[in-house]
């Protein structure tokens, strides 16, 4: 399966949310290869601090940038799982990487400049489907607030907007701001591999609303 994190916002948490998608399936014995094609390399600097540390489970890690598609193809059959870490603007490796792909993430934050590249999104959307009918499309919260005053004005807020935009999927789970997620991206781990139960909490949901 094809899995691609990506979107047009940059800080979104795309990386952060590849990165904690590939472990979780990793901790479950799947056989997982994470592609980087993201310039900034955020995702091959994690897994490079991971295999320094030596931690298992072992991830593949594979770097392909530009047109994205046949690669995809090739991976699939190799491996259970690929997942795509593409940079936050619309670039030839999220187009491409949308006509091979079985589903897309796009993490957004409840913010204006997040919740405005929907639009942008959902036309990809539909040229990607009119060469991948069957692609399902998902928008995570990301980076929500923690503060229980505000946190539901702020899912009110949220799930009015995506109203707006049938063909995106809004997921239920909801990925908050925490430092347990910075941490892990520069140590190499994923949050399932902590003891943050918080997170722990928000990383199975995904994964199991998802997959």
Wanted: hydrophobic content about 40%; overall charge negative.
């Amino acid at each position: 399966m094809i899995t691609v994190i990506g979107g047009n916002k940059g800080g979104s948490g795309k990386t952060t949310t590849a990165v904690n998608i590939a472990v979780a399936l990793a901790l479950k014995g799947q056989d997982v290869c994470l592609l980087n094609a993201d310039l900034q390399r955020s995702a091959a600097k994690w897994h490079a601090e991971r295999e320094a540390a030596n931690i298992k489970p072992t991830i593949t890690l594979i770097e392909k940038f530009d047109n994205l598609t046949s690669t995809l193809r090739a991976l699939d059959e190799k491996y259970s799982h690929v997942i795509v870490d593409v940079a936050g603007r619309n670039s030839r490796e999220f187009i491409t990487s949308g006509v091979a792909a079985h589903q897309i993430i796009a993490p957004l934050q409840c913010s204006q400049p997040d919740l405005d590249t929907l639009v942008e999104l959902q036309q990809q959307i539909e040229a990607m489907r009119d060469l991948n009918p069957d692609l399902k499309v998902f928008c995570l919260q990301s980076m929500g607030t923690t503060n229980p005053v505000l946190r539901g004005n702020e899912r009110k807020e949220f799930l009015e907007y995506l109203e707006e935009f049938p063909t995106i999927k809004t997921m239920e789970t909801v990925i908050c701001f925490r430092k347990v997620y910075r941490d892990c991206m520069s140590n190499g781990t994923g949050v399932l591999e902590t003891e943050n139960k918080a997170a722990i909490e928000e990383i199975e949901q995904l994964v199991s609303e998802v997959f």
